[in-house]
């Protein structure tokens, strides 16, 4: 650390991403898609628009946010977009909840919240979840505090009915609540519809996950427009040009192919059954995700160690060195024949 960094940030416990590699391995350990994008991204994708490459930007991203708004059923107004969703949560938490404002969420979750929180100032209440690893409804029940709730959540894979994420919201109307729906195509119950019904509410996306687009980082956020009005406000204070042109094509294209992404999602979600049937018949436990992982442990070896014996056999996985959840693994899923190379690996090991 160099003698400039200032005090504020001197203590911060950076968000620690999955490992990227070079080599050959299987890559279950950052919960991309295992399908590339639609043929209709490398469409737009032209040799017109590269050569425009030396233009910026469209600032407004017309074209995303009208393609998002069509899908969803919202106008253009209501709909922010950001350099993954990461981007959209960071200027949330910063805008509604920094510089000692209030934000709570599940103890285990997403590990940005923590960090977000820590970098604008706010004081966080991080709630810990029930035995199995559930959401208690009731813990966020009138909490007259910010709330982000990842849902599906992460690690755990674990989701919220429909009603109890309305029950969250309807009680607590002067404040933001965030449903981070990161996985919620492979889920089927999203709260999207209630950003027509509830101002105090901010729905968050990416195309990291079901769309196949993790490498180009695009994320968006859907809500009521006088809150994505502070959005844009914010990034406009920061960084105009947030998203870059072929982004913005690639993502745009990528949202109106529901048949393409229908049908990969199918197979996700029917692969993630299948694997963990076959993880439960070995001895496993795992939770009913509902996310495109899996979170499984065994009693018969160590979290880290089969984390580390699957690595030596060219296959990564996310260990989490962290209480309540040092002896679980959270496994992407990945083509049926990763997954099945996956479990005739693991039954060998233990």
Known sequence: ??????????????????????LKVIKLNTNESPFPPSPKVKEVLSEEVIDKLNLYSDPELKELRSAIAEQFGVT????????????????????FCGAGGKLCCPEISYGFYPVYADIFGVELEQIPLKDDFSIDVNDYIGKNKNIVIANPNAPTGLALSFDDVEKIISSNPDNLVIIDEAYMAFCGESCMELVKKYDNLLVTRTFSKSHSLAGLRVGFGIASKDIIDDLNKLKYSFNPYNLNTLSIKAAAAAIADNEYYDDKIAKIVATR?????Q???LGFKCTESKANFIFAASDKIAASELAAKLRENGILVRYFNKAKIDNYLRITVGTD???QTLVDTIQTIV
Do not use: H, R, W
């Open 1 to 22: 650390m160099s003698k400039f960094l200032s005090e504020n940030y001197a203590k911060l416990v950076p968000y620690v991403p999955g490992e990227q590699v070079n």
């Open 76 to 95: 253009p107004d209501m709909v922010f977009c950001g350099n993954g969703s990461d981007d959209v949560l960071a200027f949330a938490i910063m805008g």
């Open 273 to 277: 059954e299948k694997t963990i049937a």
């Open 279 to 281: 993880l439960k018949a």
């Open 337 to 339: 024949e990763d997954m």
